[in-house]
């Protein structure tokens, strides 16, 4: 008789998950940086981690919501302009008790509608707050829609390659299959939807149930916009497999500017009109922790249900309210998604290929590692900085990447390319191959 | 063929769970409300919505990490006190990137310390930081815990019952299968350890794996606290059995002056002496919802882990890692959980059983109702008093109850009492059984 929680009696689904962006090379540049090692973390999209500071204006209303005392003070607004304290008497009036109350468990009513008004200005089309959920941030609307789905190893779930892990693991922990679709390197990591019907004739054929497709657009960790084109391909695709599109559109506000546009799922959609309209499923992610913002810590999101049957709905606010409410302060600055409207200079992410010679591959083999992770690992080792491999994303078989947030502070980013730099060079001539390099 | 996200398609577990919190009588309290009647919600533990005002402290120090551009302020000083800024201060110096940067995925580590303080003085034993997980509330990290354990409907979880719905709807979603035992409710919700090893033996007879055994203590719904030699029972029954007790102590700071004193399970078994106290294996759980703060809707928990393997720990900071991090100003809150000592004034529940006559039974059967729920239902619709029925929290055959907080205001009460006392009247009344009474 084996004790309640020993590793062999965990469950296997938990044993099964991998997450690579807080993996062996996460764990490892922690113990480093406990040693004294300077690290320069760029595995996560956390921008106030490496010096972004927040925005002044959301900060200074949630300040005044967590100390409403402050609003009877005579003194109050030396400290709050006006307009922040209008804004924060409005939020408080929003809840039932402030901050500290237990709200509904799909969020506040007033601030899911101010959310619906932010889909429906950003769209064109209005957009309904019973069909908005307030979460701890994406992933765990993420993880709430996928864990709804998933019945069994045979439900897959169609996942992008390169992906973010969180998909990978939060399928694995549900106990389905991932099914995966490549993204095309060579055509600016686009779709092909000949590729991905493809895939799913492999899967069926293998006695997997296609459940439902996500996106990541833009993309993470590649950074593109899909095309509207491509977008109304997918949605015919999802229409004719009946598949439920699961939109990770968090990244829509970190776009360059004279890039591709941003077009979300939910407007592609609405305008191709009926039937597609009124019968496609799709739920669409959104976070205060990346565009403007980057409130990682917050924990703010909402997923956006379109098509979904009233009773499946039901079904999903059932499980949300086992957890009884998300973080009302994270829900504050979730009404904030479409107040702000500076641009961005940028995306989060570079994944640059990385070329490792035959010597070095071998050289991972003998030390166990994935070639990448070794690379990752040796980088981490010489100059502190934390990227993830390649791997943790997926990739074709024989390539390899790495993934590196473009967030530290402009004035640092030369010395560390240069250190990235002389870090290379030395790993290519160590393995003595001298038609290996890198694109970074 | 049939959709992605249709009600016949949805994952069996999440169908099956039952959560009565937020059940029936949750939903028709907030239609209620929004046709425009007055509703009392006693239906959940959320002491703010009912008027309770937040400790001024904490607010201040959380509103001044939310806005530390105001510590470079000259007037700051007019709206917040020196003690109030050195703590913010010394919270953001624990942060890297303040709290808009996602911490790590087992929160802070220098709440964590915090925390560990907390425990150490309370058990008068030392707390290993690195063992404690924060959480974005209690719920969660119960959710985490049952997750990592539960294999499959072989694998039973041993709750009492009258319970907290939380592990019945969980233990659904996770697939496992719920062990009651029963509270005696004519020995002040004592637990009687033959009883629970009676539940054992009918479990394994039919092929249940027993993993892990639930106590709620102080209890939930019926406020009772256990005593060290209960405790101690306890302990030995999961060191005979090899079952992980699960400790939810969120009422540990919630009890009457003058009851039985809280005692934790960890200074218990600590207090026991090897081997058991280096074998038996404990995750408590606490929370910043309850006790003097009420900050339900910051979000914030932990749970310490006692004799659980470095694997298994390795396996649950793995998964926790798939949502980033549990959000910051919850953690800011967790930590001033050991710095606050005012008494309180009570328990947070009233569970009073209720006598109904065989009538009304037979009329809620008419409306495919469970008789509680009829007597709820009606009990809201006559009054506007949102109270949870006994039945989703377990009870004996034929034996019915119901939950209320006693949270409204004191000024408050006796009107509600009053209201309520009018309604059971007229019910036995209309039932016609006039020995018929409520204990209310």
Redesign the interface.
């Known amino acids: 008789?084996?004790?309640?929680?020993?590793?062999e009696?965990?469950?296997?689904n938990?044993?099964k998950?991998q997450?690579a962006?807080?993996?062996e090379l996460y764990l490892r540049a922690?113990e480093l940086q406990k040693e004294g090692k300077k690290i320069i973390f760029t595995n996560?999209g956390?921008?106030?981690?490496?010096?972004?500071k927040?925005l002044?204006f959301p900060?200074?209303v949630?300040?005044?919501c967590?100390?409403p005392?402050?609003l009877d003070?005579p003194?109050?607004e030396?400290?709050f302009p006006a307009d922040v304290i209008a804004r924060a008497k409005h939020y408080l009036s929003l809840?039932?008790?402030?901050?500290?109350?237990?709200?509904?468990?799909r969020g506040l009513p007033g601030i899911r509608k101010e959310v619906a008004e932010f889909i429906g200005r950003r769209d064109g089309y209005p957009s309904d707050p019973e069909l908005i959920f307030l979460t701890?941030?994406a992933?765990?609307g993420v993880?709430q829609i996928l864990?709804?789905?998933?019945?069994g190893e045979s439900d897959g779930i169609l996942v992008p390659v390169p992906q973010y892990p969180?998909y990978s693991?939060?399928i694995s922990?549900?106990g389905g299959s991932l099914v995966p679709y490549y993204l095309e390197e060579t055509a600016n990591w686009g779709l092909d939807v000949n590729q991905l019907r493809q895939s799913v004739s492999k899967a069926r054929s293998n006695g997997i149930t296609i459940?439902?497709m996500v996106i990541i657009n833009p993309g993470n960790p590649t950074g593109q916009c899909l095309s509207v084109a491509n977008l109304r391909e997918i949605l015919h695709f999802?229409y004719q497999e009946?598949?439920?599109l699961l939109g990770d559109e968090v990244y829509q506000q970190n776009i360059y500017q004279d890039a591709r546009p941003f077009i979300s799922a939910r407007k592609t959609l609405l305008d191709m009109g009926p039937p597609m309209s009124q019968e496609v499923?799709l739920?669409s992610f959104h976070t205060v922790?990346k565009g403007y913002?980057?409130?990682?810590?917050?924990?703010g999101g909402y997923f956006e249900m379109t098509n979904?049957?009233p009773?499946?709905v039901d079904?999903i606010y059932?499980?949300a309210?086992?957890?009884?409410?998300?973080?009302?302060?994270?829900q504050i600055f979730s009404s904030h998604l479409g107040l702000t409207r500076q641009p961005v200079s940028g995306a989060m992410y570079s994944f640059p290929q990385i070329r490792l010679p035959p010597k070095a591959i071998e050289a991972a083999k003998r030390a166990g590692k994935v070639p990448d992770v070794f690379y990752c690992l040796k980088l981490l080792e010489a100059t502190g900085i934390s990227t993830v491999p390649g791997s943790g994303f997926g990739q074709k078989e024989g390539v390899f990447h790495l993934r590196t947030t473009i967030l530290p502070a402009e004035e640092d980013m030369p010395a560390i390319m240069e250190s990235f730099k002389k870090f290379n060079d030395e790993f290519m001539e160590q393995y003595e191959d001298h038609r290996g390099y890198s694109r970074m």
Chains 1, 2 share one sequence.
Not at 1 to 7: I, N, T, V, Y
Not at 46 to 52: I, K, S
Not at 293 to 299: I, P, V
Not at 321 to 330: A, D, E, Q, R
Request: aromatic share 4%.
């Open positions: 008789m084996s004790k309640g929680l020993e590793f009696t965990l469950n296997e938990v044993k998950v997450y962006v807080r993996g922690s996560v956390n921008p106030h981690a490496l010096g972004q927040p002044t900060r200074q949630v300040a005044l967590q100390a005392f402050l003070d003194n109050v030396l400290l809840t039932s008790g402030g901050l500290g109350a237990y709200s509904d468990s701890d941030g992933s765990k993880m864990n709804a789905t998933i019945r969180l693991a939060t922990l549900c459940r439902a999802c009946k598949l439920v499923q739920v922790s913002w980057g409130e990682c810590g917050q924990r979904i049957p009773k499946v079904e059932k499980v309210s086992i957890s009884l409410s998300p973080n009302v302060p994270g």
